[in-house]
């Protein structure tokens, strides 16, 4: 199964994990696999029983915690922090759960507690620019303009080539300006 989903064969490769859960239902590592199978063709609903099968037999899996957030969060649950708060109280330096969290915040315009997350996954993976992107974004909207350019230079220091990042930088400065008359 796990090479039919290297090979993104993922219909095939459910089959076989199909087969791997008749022979042993409580191999957690399928649910997972297979959840992540089931994600890449966007079966969100069949992959939450599946990540929920996963944590019922290892509760202390942090990957089907931020999983299972993941998903949804992608069906629209925008607000709910649930499973990435569980995910970093298993894992404190899972950068992603703290990125996902973060996003939660954004969008419940709680730009204070997206900043504090956003900080600490840069403080764990000081080299993804979506992480400083993110946090630029509630830095703006926090009226915060030099710390969002702040990032927004990281990101162009880390990445040359990121795109849009000069647009970033550029209405940034314009802030900056305004807010100095």
């Known amino acids: 199964?796990?090479?039919?989903?290297?090979?993104?064969?993922?219909?095939?490769?459910?089959?076989?994990?199909n087969k791997v859960?008749?022979?042993?239902k409580n191999f957690e590592r399928a649910y997972v696999q297979r959840a992540f199978c089931k994600v890449q063709l966007k079966d969100y609903?069949?992959?939450?029983?599946?990540?929920?099968?996963?944590?019922?037999?290892?509760?202390?899996?942090?990957?089907s915690y931020l999983n299972l957030g993941f998903v949804h969060?992608?069906?629209?649950n925008k607000e709910d922090t649930t499973y990435f708060a569980?995910?970093?109280?298993i894992d404190e330096k899972m950068a992603e759960a703290y990125f996902m969290r973060g996003q939660v915040f954004l969008n419940k315009d709680e730009n204070e507690l997206a900043v504090l997350d956003f900080t600490k996954a840069?403080?764990?993976?000081?080299?993804?620019?979506?992480?400083?992107?993110?946090?630029s974004v509630a830095y703006d909207r926090l009226n915060?303009?030099?710390?969002?350019?702040?990032?927004?230079?990281?990101?162009?220091?880390?990445d040359p080539n990121y795109t849009d990042i000069?647009?970033?930088?550029?209405?940034?400065?314009?802030?900056?300006?305004?807010?100095?008359?």
């Open 144 to 158: 915060e303009y030099e710390k969002a350019l702040d990032d927004c230079l990281k990101i162009k220091q880390i």
């Open 73 to 76: 969060y992608n069906l629209g």
């Open 86 to 89: 569980k995910a970093i109280e």
């Open 166 to 181: 000069d647009e970033y930088i550029r209405d940034f400065k314009k802030e900056l300006q305004v807010a100095s008359t």
């Open 1 to 17: 199964g796990y090479d039919k989903q290297i090979l993104k064969q993922f219909s095939e490769a459910i089959e076989d994990y």
């Open 45 to 63: 609903e069949s992959a939450i029983t599946d990540f929920e099968s996963a944590i019922k037999l290892n509760p202390n899996d942090p990957i």
């Open 21 to 24: 859960l008749e022979l042993d």
């Open 122 to 135: 840069i403080e764990i993976e000081p080299t993804w620019t979506a992480y400083y992107l993110s946090r």
